[in-house]
């Protein structure tokens, strides 16, 4: 049974943006935790962002200042992570995972993945 999937990988240029949707199927919590994970080629799941759906926690990682940014549409139960600026060191299979409580950036903590979106920044 799906839970999450993702979507919205692209192969785009430097400098462009890109806002990949992450969709939950299912009833959730405000401590709902959604976060962002991208495995760059040949490397291990890094980290880029969390937030919990009743909004009161948001962390982001130091790479991700500035340029990542989460957003909601509550209704459609789908969380963006709007990626801007892109560089070509920002090519990953991001992937979306989700936990019925606040886990930050520890990846055991979330017990709900996707399929991971293919991002390609390239000239």
């Known amino acids: 049974q799906v839970q999450l999937r993702e979507s919205g990988g692209s192969v785009v240029h430097p400098g462009d943006s890109l806002r990949p949707p992450c969709v939950h199927y299912?009833?959730?919590?405000?401590?709902?935790?959604m976060a962002w994970f991208p495995q760059p080629p040949g490397n291990h799941r890094d980290f880029v962002a969390a937030?919990?759906?009743?909004?009161?926690?948001?962390y982001h990682a130091d790479l991700a200042t500035g340029r990542f940014t989460f957003s909601r549409d509550s209704p459609k139960n789908t969380v963006y992570l709007d990626m801007d600026n892109l560089q070509p060191e920002d090519t990953a299979v991001y992937y979306c995972?989700?936990?019925?409580?606040?886990?930050?950036?520890?990846?055991?903590?979330?017990?709900?993945w996707g399929q991971g979106t293919q991002v390609t920044v390239s000239s």
């Open positions: 937030v919990s759906l009743d909004g009161v926690q948001i």
């Open positions: 299912e009833r959730t919590t405000g401590s709902f935790t």
């Open positions: 995972a989700a936990g019925i409580r606040w886990s930050g950036s520890c990846q055991p903590g979330y017990d709900r």
